[in-house]
């Protein structure tokens, strides 16, 4: 939370930061807490954004195939005509491709980032203390 405080108090109102509620499993602190619920939440935003005209390219940065449906659903859209383009992100190590999300007889286009990317938009700031 202390993260997405600075991140707000730092931007220009062109991002906005959703969040969700964290699940402490049986064995934390050992086992992290995770955030439940985002890839619905970011499933949800991209068809009903895709469907609201709200943008003219969409780009998944996931290789989550629990995305797929939404990726597919908008992909659908597409084809009709007037709809978004579907795009996809994935990370590339040297020499190999991760796996990326993709749709069956569809042709869409993936981004394929690197270290230097990564490095490039890296927040280091340690946000235990800030």
Not at 51 to 66: A, F, K, P, Q, W
Not at 83 to 92: F, S, T
Request: aromatic share 8%; net charge negative.
């Amino acid at each position: 939370m202390r993260q997405a405080a600075a991140w707000v108090k730092r931007g220009s109102g062109l991002v906005e930061i959703v969040t969700r509620t964290l699940r402490y499993p049986p064995g934390w602190p050992a086992q992290p807490a995770e955030e439940k619920g985002i890839d619905v939440t970011l499933a949800v935003d991209f068809v009903m954004m895709a469907s609201r005209g709200e943008y003219d390219v969409g780009v998944l940065m996931s290789t989550d195939t629990d995305l797929k449906p939404a990726l597919e659903a908008v992909c659908g859209l597409t084809r009709g005509g007037g709809a978004p383009r579907c795009e996809v992100a994935a990370w590339q190590s040297e020499g190999t491709r991760s796996r990326r999300l993709s749709v069956p007889g569809g042709r869409v286009w993936c981004h394929w980032l690197h270290e230097e990317d990564y490095l490039a938009v890296a927040d280091p700031t340690d946000y235990n203390f800030a």
